[in-house]
């Protein structure tokens, strides 16, 4: 099935740092989700976006809608050791169907 | 409110053999989606159910059938398995307004 582009692919930090990824999509979308999956578990919902251009946060997370509607962004600020695992969007098209991002693992360096 | 909960957590089986995975939905939700991830494939979409009818269907052999019950529950089911099945089998939950998806910690299955 189809796959959004994420990127990057993994990424190496150090604790404190922030952090930044994105999706994109040939396709328009009217959801944009973001997931982040510890090994061996399920993925867990972490912000919810609705509109274009929305920008919404949820502690030291904040992901924004882009304007076209083909694109999101997620951003975490000073990182924690916790914060490792890996993130994917999911987009929801006009269908309601869901596609999902390749992923970003993310390690945080002590 | 409880979340999407699925059973086993482990799975080891043999080729050739068959499995059925279980997933209880969160309450009030009636749509329930299966989903498998590997490493190299990423999340793939399985099926989709909804009041007890499929509503969509991913791209997987015939091998891989599911249904759900009135109570919202379903159920996947895999015959004649290949070593190539072994994968993180997630069940996810929709809301009626269907703009969430909510999983559960996955069946981890493992084909030997």
């Known amino acids: 099935g189809q796959q959004l582009n994420q990127s990057p692919q993994s990424m190496f930090i150090q604790e404190g740092e922030d952090v930044s990824m994105n999706c994109t999509s040939s396709s328009i979308f009217n959801t944009w989700l973001w997931y982040k999956q510890d090994p061996g578990e399920g993925p867990v919902l972490l912000i919810a976006l609705y509109k274009a251009g929305e920008l919404t946060s949820n502690g030291r997370l904040t992901a924004q809608f882009g304007i076209t509607r083909k694109d999101s962004f997620l951003n975490i600020s000073a990182s924690i050791p916790s914060d490792v695992g890996i993130y994917f969007c999911a987009g929801m098209n006009t269908g309601n169907q869901f596609y999902f991002g390749t992923g970003t693992s993310l390690t945080v360096i002590p | 409110k409880a979340g999407v909960t699925q059973t086993p957590r482990y799975l080891i089986k043999t080729r050739g053999q068959q499995v059925t995975l279980s997933c209880s939905p969160i309450?009030?939700?009636?749509?329930v989606s299966w989903y498998q991830q590997t490493p190299g494939q990423g999340l793939q979409f399985l099926f989709e159910?909804?009041?007890?009818?499929?509503?969509n269907k991913g791209n997987f052999p015939g091998r891989f059938s599911g249904r759900q019950f009135s109570n919202s529950r379903s159920e996947m089911n895999v015959s004649t398995l290949e070593l190539g099945d072994s994968a993180l089998y997630l069940c996810?939950?929709?809301?009626?307004?269907?703009?969430?998806?909510?999983f559960g910690s996955g069946t981890q299955l493992s084909v030997l």
């Open positions: 309450s009030g939700h009636r749509s």
């Open positions: 159910y909804f009041s007890e009818t499929q509503r």
């Open positions: 996810a939950s929709r809301p009626l307004s269907r703009e969430k998806l909510f």
